[in-house]
């Protein structure tokens, strides 16, 4: 019986550094996407964003989030999808992700926020190879849930693999 | 006890301790996912042990939580106040099932209230008859608990000792600069004991730190160190520069096994330095070869007698007045004899109260202060939106009008203070370089007297390590350059040490360092000689004073006789020069043949502020740094050519400039497609001009420089974002970029 208590409480601290676990859901494109709930900061509403030149065209510009500059990100243009008119539901995503050397924030623009969800090991599977304009190494996991199919990003890889490399090489 | 509560009761105490990091007027997204999960822990445990109440408690929690984050819920404090109250059940139940094996506490009103904030109830919310039903469990033995991790808390030390350990490092490598100082203190005034016990107190501190920490090799050295010196501040042991020497040399080595320790623990692998520690001590030993109290914080008295405002005998006569009914105090006393006036004593008491405040500085973390600083900034912005907003709509209330301009007061005064919060005396910095000048002087064969002037005047930390490096240049070469020989000192009838002066006060915002020498001056024959022969100038040009010395700051003009290892390999000044305008600062040279030379640097107070002028492009705006600019015109028709195969130009003064479209390099629509319709701004950077067309000059400001992140940072051409007026981003344009990227398209 003990084993299996400390079993359980394993688990729950698991829920943390494994695939399962509370997931921030949002659309893009009428697809369904998932971020880690720990890489979420915060959510916003669309604000106006500052163009920066010199920059590929799926990074928006900068925004004044309480006297911090952070860079946005359109996800949608980042996933090589068509553009969209932001409208009412059009959020941006405060995330966190790990840098060389720090936390960075930087938001991204997403369709809507739909909701929190609870994703189960089980109901995770890998990511089948697409052979789309999708790099699958962005992909933490497709998640089988009552509503559907639910893509889990590995956020850090979306924006960072290249954004950091690929910015700095541009200038 | 059983173990199944137990790791419920558990989670549940942590939930409730992490509930105080996710409560406030807003959701903090990954403190509640943390929340979620341990949630989710508690819902599995429940699930398992059939704790029907306790899961649709967490259930329902979860699912509230999870509305909040989506700012689903409007009321935001009722549903903090209901997952709060959510984890106290919890607990209440673990409990109660610890001791009796069941649970029998109602959730009914608990279920009324969440289901009114989520509109509707909990899945598996028992009906009212079955909410205590019974959970036996079984109740036979189970083996004892052994939560207790052994390695668990190991690291958990570990990690403590840790962040002791970085601690330790900052600070003694503080201590150990204040030793540096106040050894030099000593050296010009051996007799003064409370240099000794500023150095004392230091090597004691790192001792019993380094003693708690178990790092035992920096614990002797110190210790052994801290006797030598507890001999000298009793007078046992009269301060030579024997003493001085040991002393230095201890707190060279011990700064060298601190920043071996650092390199360690960073993970860095540097072989570690040679250290003769054995030698060290053994030489401390030797130079160590009897007692009052150390003096406390000295009396008025004393430092009346100490600036010679007293006799030591007026004031024995003093301190008896002061004895006699009523008494008095020692100031009063003495005033009242007339032996001093009031103006003294206050003088006095201040001195006593500065002693006295030295202790109680706090350290605070860089990035605090930056984001005070931030919150600070949009506070501002945010009472200059409602300011405007109260103008256009309310006109009547004067009342309110006076608030809000008291409140405008108090936020700028805030801000004031804010920014002032990141300014430091420039102190450190001299006596970082009064320490080199020692070692320097050494080994030039010269004596040296270093003068700081103005060390209280202050400057940003960021600031501070920036201006190091230029700085440390032109004292190299005060020392090596400027100082005279002793021989040479005597025969030009000046005393045998040579006085090198810094001096820092503030100037129009700037903050002006000098650097003086009593030597010989610049030979100004000897540098026009030079620049001839490398055709800098023409024989027949007929150059000022001024401008003569200020040759020296271009490339391979060294006057230098000998090359030392010190300065003088012919570059030097002119390095200087770029590394002091980089950081948008200025550097002139006085001299006086035979009397000596001064250098006058001066640099902004920081970096994070820039004086800029704003312009609009379109639809954005762009903020030109005030030092780059040279003129704002609109130029004449006539004055526009476009020349093939080098682009369009513009007339300026009889100078060609090229024109940069900055809507057609940064792809925005313009307004005005001719540059006679628009303003150009003459920009220049790096020695060249280029015209910068734009649609509209919007107005000067000042603004706070912000990094645009990792990721953007590296933007040709921008060096950086502002936050303009009304809360939104105006990016900062880095002219030298701006030139090369007009170059390469």
């Not at chain 2, 959970?135 to 190991?154: F, G, L, W």
């Not at chain 2, 940003?460 to 032109?474: A, F, S, T």
Request: glycine fraction near 8%; hydrophobic fraction near 40%.
């Amino acid at each position: 019986m003990a084993e299996d208590i400390i079993k359980t409480m394993d688990q729950a601290v698991k829920y943390i550094s494994n695939r399962e676990g509370k997931y921030l859901t949002f659309t893009l494109a009428q697809e369904e996407y998932g971020i880690g709930i720990l890489k979420v900061k915060e959510i916003i509403g669309m604000m106006t964003i500052t163009t920066v030149p010199q920059t590929p065209g799926y990074v928006k510009g900068v925004i004044n989030l309480r006297g911090k500059v952070i860079p946005v990100i359109d996800l949608r243009l980042k996933f090589g999808m068509e553009a969209m008119e932001y409208t009412e539901r059009t959020c941006i995503i405060v995330v966190e992700i790990t840098g060389p050397n720090a936390k960075i924030p930087m938001g991204i623009v997403v369709d809507s926020v739909s909701e929190v969800l609870n994703i189960k090991a089980g109901d995770i599977e890998d990511t089948p190879t697409f052979g789309s304009k999708m790099d699958t190494a962005y992909i933490l996991g497709m998640a089988k849930t009552g509503g559907g199919v639910k893509i889990l990003l590995d956020i850090d890889k979306v924006l960072n693999s290249e954004e950091m490399g690929l910015l700095d090489g541009m200038a | 006890m059983k173990m199944t509560d137990h790791g419920l009761i558990a989670l549940a105490d942590e939930m409730a301790s992490d509930f105080l990091f996710l409560s406030g007027r807003e959701v903090d997204i990954p403190a509640a996912g943390i929340f979620l999960n341990q949630l989710e822990g508690v819902i599995k445990v429940a699930e398992e042990y059939q704790l029907g109440p306790i899961k649709t408690v967490s259930s329902g929690m979860s699912f509230l939580l999870e509305r909040m984050i989506l700012d689903a819920v409007e009321n935001k404090e009722a549903g903090f106040a209901v997952v709060e109250k959510g984890i106290t059940i919890i607990q209440q139940f673990a409990q109660e099932y610890q001791l009796s094996g069941k649970i029998e506490g109602s959730i009914d009103d608990y279920l009324e209230t969440l289901s009114k904030l989520i509109g509707f109830v909990p899945e598996g919310a028992p009906k009212s008859d079955d909410s205590a039903a019974p959970v036996e469990q079984d109740q036979q033995d189970r083996p004892h608990d052994i939560t207790t991790d052994d390695k668990a808390t190991d690291s958990i030390t570990e990690i403590q000792d840790m962040s002791l350990l970085k601690d330790f490092i900052t600070e003694s490598l503080e201590y150990i600069d204040e030793i540096e100082v106040n050894i030099l203190n000593l050296e010009q005034d051996p007799e003064n004991k409370e240099y000794i016990n500023a150095i004392f107190r230091p090597f004691h501190s790192i001792k019993g730190v380094a003693g708690f920490l178990n790092l035992d090799e920096i614990r002797t050295l110190a210790h052994s160190l801290e006797n030598l010196l507890d001999k000298a501040r009793n007078g046992e042991l009269e301060v030579s520069s024997a003493v001085i020497d040991v002393v230095l040399d201890g707190a060279d080595t011990l700064k060298a096994m601190i920043l071996q320790l650092k390199n360690e623990i960073e993970g860095r692998q540097f072989p570690p330095p040679s250290l003769d520690i054995p030698a060290l001590k053994e030489r401390i030993i030797q130079v160590e070869s009897g007692l009052e109290p150390p003096p406390q914080r000295k009396r008025v008295g004393e430092i009346l007698v100490d600036d010679g405002v007293i006799s030591h005998a007026a004031l024995a006569e003093g301190l008896q007045t002061a004895q006699e009914i009523p008494v008095k105090k020692i100031g009063e006393a003495l005033i009242s004899k007339g032996m001093v006036t009031p103006k003294q004593v206050s003088t006095a008491l201040r001195k006593q109260t500065e002693q006295a405040t030295d202790a109680t500085m706090i350290r605070v973390d860089m990035r605090k202060l930056d984001d005070m600083i931030d919150m600070v900034g949009e506070l501002v912005i945010t009472q200059t939106i409602i300011q405007q907003d109260v103008k256009h709509h309310i006109s009547s209330d004067r009342n309110l009008h006076r608030d809000i301009s008291q409140l405008s007061r108090i936020s700028s005064s805030l801000q004031r203070a804010s920014t002032g919060l990141r300014m430091i005396p420039i102190k450190q910095t001299f006596q970082r370089m009064s320490r080199l000048v020692r070692d320097l002087a050494k080994g030039a064969g010269k004596s040296i007297v270093i003068e700081p002037v103005g060390e209280d005047t202050e400057i940003d930390r960021n600031m501070v390590d920036e201006i190091y490096n230029p700085l440390v240049h032109l004292v190299r070469n005060a020392v090596d350059h400027g100082i005279d020989t002793p021989e040479e000192r005597i025969r030009s009838g000046k005393t045998e040490k040579g006085l090198i002066e810094l001096k820092a006060y503030h100037r129009g915002g700037n903050i002006v360092i000098e650097i003086s020498d009593d030597g010989r001056g610049l030979n100004k024959a000897k540098i026009l000689q030079k620049a001839i022969k490398n055709g800098i100038v023409n024989e027949n040009d007929n150059l000022t004073d001024y401008e003569i010395y200020r040759l020296i700051l271009l490339p391979g003009l060294s006057t230098a006789e000998q090359v030392t290892d010190i300065s003088g390999r012919g570059v030097g000044m002119d390095v200087v020069k770029q590394a002091v305008e980089k950081l948008r600062g200025k550097i002139d040279i006085t001299s006086v043949p035979g009397k000596g030379t001064t250098f006058i640097t001066s640099f902004p107070l920081t970096m994070a502020i820039i004086d800029g002028m704003i312009v609009r492009v379109g639809k954005e705006r762009y903020i030109l740094p005030t030092t780059a600019i040279r003129q704002a015109l609109r130029p004449a028709r006539k004055d526009y050519t476009n020349i093939i195969g080098k682009g369009e130009m513009i007339t300026v003064m009889g100078r060609l400039l090229p024109l940069i479209r900055l809507a057609d390099l940064f792809g925005i629509a313009e307004s005005n497609h001719e540059p006679w319709d628009a303003i150009t701004v003459v920009v220049e950077g790096e020695g060249r001009a280029k015209c910068i067309m734009v649609d509209e000059i919007l107005g000067k400001a000042e603004v706070v420089i912000k990094s645009l992140g990792d990721g953007l940072k590296n933007t040709k051409g921008i060096s950086g974002g502002a936050i303009l007026g009304d809360g939104q981003i105006g990016l900062i344009i880095d002219p030298e970029g701006l030139f090369e990227l007009s170059e390469t398209q």
